[in-house]
């Protein structure tokens, strides 16, 4: 059983299309962080929050902590075949990160 | 351009072999990080280390071990290769705390165990 757990696993959409992944758990976190994983390479860092509650947007990705610091949510507007990949959310607990399984996001043109 | 930079992207091993997996940051961070991925499981912490010399288990560390003789390069060694070990491998590093700054990490090592 992971600490963290993602969702959806798979998700294929049309370019244009809004979308939303999840991340949840029953711990609570300091900070959590989302990464995107793209085929052959490591996680790239794509936002980090920390206050419950917090809310953070990166262009077309919006990234939502939860007010208990448990979960979180990253939705993507508009999305386009450049976001296609693995999306990663990482929970820190005394400074150790927990990473969920992913989901993994295909665009299609 | 920062980075974290895997010695090998692919490789090959026979069962029972001895494996080192070298891994080396230019940014000077204190903490390095190996993790394996595997399909459904995520990213699982092997060992990390937060100074020369220093190395601590993590979540998954049998069949494993670590070298920290430099800041700036952390390796992971197989002692024994098995195929239960094929797998990706990602070196990450981070500037304390991390959970502020978060990890870069490599391009990874595609492990394959035969």
Redesign the interface.
Known sequence: T?L?EQSPQFLSIQEGENLTVYCNSSSVF??L?W?RQEP??????LV?V?TGGEVKKLKRLTFQFGDARKDSSLHITAAQPGDTGLY?C?G?IF???Y????TKLNVKP | DVKVTQSSRYLVKRTGEKVFLECVQDMDHENMFWYRQDPGLGLRLIYFSYDVKMKEKGDIPEGYSVSREKKERFSLILESASTNQTSMYLCASSRPPGETYGYTFGSGTRLTVV
């Open positions: 992971q963290l300091s900070s962080q990464y052959g390479e490591g996680p790239v860092l980090t920390v990663l990482a820190a400074n150790k990160f990473f969920g399984s992913g």
